[in-house]
């Protein structure tokens, strides 16, 4: 990614008007995130302060470090880069700085303290600086979810050009417009290739590669997004980042592998260029073994835990029509292996048989069958899956070893049957309960965004993504999006 800017020669006022807002909202985030690290601070500072000397008098000296410990805080979180205007909106690289600051702060004020022989409360410390960073932590988190609701609404965002080839320029759109809390909008498109087209997935077409400063002047972008295509080649990349210098607009580079996550990707110079090494994903060895043990220990707590809703749930589908509690059915997971998956039982006995005659109903594309009003589910059953409640009992299937708490959704062998070669690589890893295909629209998903979401979970996989998972799976299933 390279960052860049722009000034036409002759500017649009109402361009420039709509660049001058958009370098004020992110300068009235970054200021509200200053006020909001420093109040963090100050509170965990006099809390400790409290905590540690309320019934033992009142060491000026800590009075006036708990006053200080926002310049401190402050000071640590600019060497961290938590100030940086590309973090904005980013909660995993946000919260990683905001610990990386707690840690080089406690770093520094210990060796600061043994160097200087001072002979600081370690209680107070230790109350102290984790406060301030689990404090920030949190404020840093509604800032960021107040971000997203405005983003949402059409403000803060940055107006994008996309530059490249007609597919992936409507790929570009496709995948913004679905996540706009990413807060890129793309307002223009400038296509490569020589093309009559005037708009490309409702987005206005403004012609070819060599139109981009006109695009960004009439549309009154602040960003040019540039997709992989061999006519952008390192000489002419060079020559529009040397048209976009002076006035503000960012310019985004994007490389061929696009559902490849920034843990996987280096950029390493060699020999002057700078060159981007992607690691292959680690689906095997100690992460996965760490992996595997935590699904375990935590579906086996999850069942121990769940046992009495279990039991209400059992009830209340044996009374509905005396059929069986669970409905067992046969999935495909790692390798290919075949093993039945448990769920509670939400259709009626024998809906297997009925689908058939429901052929002509289904509202889902590709090898899936889904209605949104299917008569087969039954009363208990509409509101298992309005909860999701009716994949609790997959837990027992995570602990027997067949799946994983996060992973790939589980398939059928019918469509399985149906893959294509790269749609296999879904079956390296074990299925899941959950999953980016769980938070990212449920039911609602067409089949390729599904299938796209799958491999991108099997090229990212790390603990800290299915921790992040299993968080925004509690947020999916309170708004029910997608669940029928």
Known sequence: MVGTALRSKAVDPAAAHRAHRSVNWMSSYLRRAVLVDGACALIAGLAAFEIRFGDHGHPGAYILFSCGLPVLWWAAMAIAGGYDSRIIGLGSDEFRR????????????????????????????????????????????LLRKRLHRQRKAGLCTQRVVAVGHAPAVADLVAVLGADGYHGLSVVGACLAGGTMLREIAGVPVHGGLGSVPDAVRDFGADTVAVLACPEMNAIRLRELAWQLEAGGTDVYVAPALLDVA???TTIRPVAGLPLLHVDHPELTGTKRAVKAGFDKVVAGLG????????????????????????FRQVR?????????????????????????????????????????RDPRVTRPGAWLRRWSLDELPQLINVVIGDMSLVGPRPALPVEVARYHDHMRRRLVVKP???????????SDLSWADAVRLDLRYVENWSLALDLQVLWKTGSAVFHGDGAY
């Open 303 to 326: 069942l121990l835990l769940l046992s009495p809703l279990f039991l209400l749930i059992a009830a209340r589908i044996k009374f509905h029509d005396g059929g069986p509690v669970f």
């Open 432 to 442: 899941g309960i959950t999953g980016l295909w769980q938070v990212n629209g449920r």
């Open 98 to 141: 905001v610990l990386n600051a707690a840690v080089s702060l406690t770093a520094g004020l210990a060796i600061f303290s043994y160097a200087a022989r001072l002979e600081i409360a370690r209680g107070y410390m230790v109350i102290a600086l984790p406060s301030v960073a689990v404090l920030d932590l949190f404020a840093r988190f």
């Open 262 to 264: 920034g843990p996987r």
């Open 332 to 372: 495909v997971g790692k390798d290919g292996r075949r093993f039945r998956v448990f769920k509670f039982r939400t259709m009626v006995v024998g809906a297997e048989r009925l689908k058939t005659k429901l052929a002509d109903s289904n509202e889902a594309a590709g090898a899936l069958f889904k209605m949104r």
